[in-house]
């Protein structure tokens, strides 16, 4: 029987926090390479967030080390307002991996305490569709089609953007575009 898993990592929110990234819930410990979000070397979500702040894929990446730039990624997030956090804070993994498809979530994150942390929020970004729709069954709201949006929670924008799992089959520069689109909106 597998063991319930509580989030291991707090809610990243910087002072001026305008956009909040929420994921599922991260990997086995076994899968990472820093104590942070997206920790998994195989996913593309720094690799994209490097491309789209930097011009460069390898920005936020420490390839010796084969781990990342914790301190740049922090700095990135603080400088352009993002949060992180994830839809699960308590999860079932019913076949020993990290895909969504068998991730059962026992309890969300708590929404609108993390929501009375960013009083400038203005959009909620889901990373796949499992997230979607977690966030759209705690906002009371249908899940946005992929690269959309819904005007939700206190006027919040929810967007829903394409997973940066290598699984999902989207190239690493057209995941980009989704989420630049959602930066500069």
């Known amino acids: 029987m597998p063991e319930i898993e509580t989030h291991p990592f707090a809610p990243f929110i910087p002072k001026v926090a305008k956009v909040l990234i929420m994921g599922t819930f991260p990997p086995q410990p076994k899968r990472w390479a820093m104590d942070f979000y997206y920790p ?3 996913n593309d979500f720094w690799p994209m967030m490097g491309l789209i702040f930097f011009n460069d894929r390898e920005a936020l990446i420490d390839r010796e080390n ?3 730039r914790l301190d740049k990624i922090r700095n990135l997030l603080e400088r352009e307002g ?6 699960g804070y308590r999860v079932l993994r019913l076949k020993n991996n990290a895909s969504d498809k068998f991730l059962e979530i ?8 993390l929501l009375d942390r960013m009083p400038n929020l203005r959009a909620i970004a889901t990373t796949g569709e499992k997230a979607a729709q977690v966030i759209a069954q705690l906002t009371g709201t249908e899940p946005p089609k992929m690269g959309e949006s819904v005007i939700g929670h206190d ?4 967007w829903r953007m394409p997973s940066t799992s290598r ?6 520069a057209d995941k980009a575009a989704y989420y630049r689109r959602l930066f500069t909106d």
Do not use: H
């Not at 006027?155 to 929810?158: A, H, Q």
């Not at 699984?167 to 690493?172: C, G, K, N, Q, R």
């Open 167 to 172: 699984a999902y089959p989207l190239p690493l």
């Open 66 to 68: 084969r781990t990342f």
């Open 82 to 87: 993002i949060a992180m956090s994830d839809t």
């Open 40 to 42: 998994n070397r195989t």
């Open 155 to 158: 006027g919040l924008k929810i």
């Open 106 to 113: 026992v309890e969300p994150v708590d929404l609108q305490a």
